[in-house]
């Protein structure tokens, strides 16, 4: 067992209580092994059994919950930058997704790349979230959009589980978009899916989740339902891409199908907020992807004051959102999201790991839970969120062991 001390601020984000209610305490220690966090509290309140173990000086500085990336594409080949300058100048999105550029392009890099080329691609970006603070990473696939190369990308999240320190989760989107060859055949192509992908994605346990791009560019809702009911009865529990570009009814739909999170809902009104509220689905926003697609951000103060839980997420990929860089996304969920630091502190860590069904066993600094935390160099998460600098991470422990010394 250790013991980390002389922590001047700990945020401690129950899964309990309001989104901004992150139960902090100023001078603080927080007493863990391996396995769990033992204690998590004020100074004087440390049990004393625990008070002469080895301790680990935490300088006065701020201790946090590791941060859970909740929606990345983690896997793919090449990048876009050419894209971007075009998006500058004025064209949009859907736009270049319809003159052949967009997902499809990225989709023509990654099947040529090989599992190996992958799989070490995706190591080197952990490895760079490590530093960051970040502790676990939700990866999807959908730029395979085949049956070999949707497994492939899957089985890249599968090798990274056994061979890194970070805890994955993995999703398929097999319905990112209907891919070229099948843009004539969109029934075949579900039916592909339905029938191929995930069943095999549930016979090898290659994924917890069923993801759906629900869009005008993507799947139709009624295509979405088709899809989100195969993946339940195989037990990959929908998660969605919802009133991302439009409103599309995905909000909605998230309700109907029971879905974990919804994520993206720049477009979303009041009934979908509603809708998720009622059925208890998570909203996940991103706004890096609002930022890099010029687009009008969430405005999550609508969501957290409605009720509705709201987590947050990079979205990393090539395209809407190619940046990693989780604190980055939290400043900016605070100045483009209008959520206050401490509400973006819970969408990172508890909230996120609900978004993941990974609640119960991390996300928060309390007792029983998995010792997954940081050391940030700042006074609390409000001078965190404000003063932004490029990494204020000190220190990233995993499961108790430190990954991480800046
Ligand atoms: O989450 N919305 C759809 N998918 C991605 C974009 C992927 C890409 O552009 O390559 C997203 O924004
Ligand atoms: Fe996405």
């Known amino acids: 067992m250790k013991r980390v001390s002389n922590i001047g601020y700990l945020a401690r ?22 396995r769990e966090i033992h204690f998590a509290g004020s100074r004087g309140e440390v049990p004393t059994a625990f008070r002469g173990l080895e301790s680990i000086d935490a300088g006065g500085k701020m201790v946090i919950p590791g941060l859970v990336d909740c929606h990345t594409h983690l896997a793919f080949a090449g990048w876009r930058a050419d894209e971007f300058k075009l998006k500058i100048l004025g064209r949009s999105y859907l736009e270049i997704a319809k003159a052949g550029g967009g997902i499809a392009s990225t989709l023509k890099k990654t099947r040529e790349a090989t599992f190996e080329e992958l799989l070490a691609r995706s190591e080197g970006f952990l490895a760079e979230m490590i530093k960051l603070g970040v502790t676990t990473v939700e990866c999807k696939s959908g730029y395979g959009l085949n049956l070999e190369d949707e497994l492939k990308t899957l089985r890249v999240y599968a090798e990274l589980k056994k061979r890194q320190p970070l805890t994955i989760v993995s999703t398929v989107l097999g319905a990112h978009i209907v891919p070229p060859e099948y843009k004539e055949r969109r029934a075949e192509y579900i039916k592909l899916l339905v029938d191929d992908l995930l069943p ?5 346990r290659l994924a917890d989740f069923c993801d759906v791009f629900v869009e005008e560019s993507a799947f139709s809702v009624e295509e979405a339902r088709q899809i989100f009911k195969r993946g339940t009865e195989l037990g990959l529990r929908p998660k969605l891409h919802a009133d991302q570009l439009s409103n599309g009814g995905g909000a909605a739909l998230a309700a109907e ?16 907020i509603e ?5 208890g689905v998570i909203a996940v926003t991103l706004p890096l992807a609002s930022l890099f697609t010029w687009q009008k951000p969430l405005n999550a103060r609508r969501l957290i004051e409605s009720g509705l839980p709201v987590a947050l997420a990079t979205d990393f990929n090539p395209g809407s959102s190619p940046s990693f860089h989780y604190p980055l996304s939290m400043m900016l969920a605070c100045t483009l999201n209008r959520m206050t630091p401490a509400e973006v502190l819970k969408a990172s860590t508890i909230i996120s790991a609900r978004a993941i069904g990974l609640d119960s066993k991390l996300g928060s600094l309390e007792k029983g ?33 430190l990954i991480y010394e800046a």
């Open 369 to 401: 839970k998995a010792a997954d935390f940081c050391i940030i160099d700042a006074k609390d998460p409000d001078t965190w969120m404000y003063n932004f600098r490029g990494n204020a991470c000190e220190r990233t422990f995993k499961n108790g062991v």
């Open 275 to 279: 809708a998720m509220k009622a059925a």
């Open 13 to 34: 984000c129950p899964a309990n209580g309001a989104q901004e209610d992150i139960a902090p305490v100023l001078d603080a220690e927080l007493v863990f092994d391996e």
């Open 257 to 272: 199908v029971g879905a974990i999170s919804a994520d993206h809902l720049e477009f979303i009104d009041d009934a979908g």
């Open 200 to 204: 095999q994605v549930a016979k090898e």
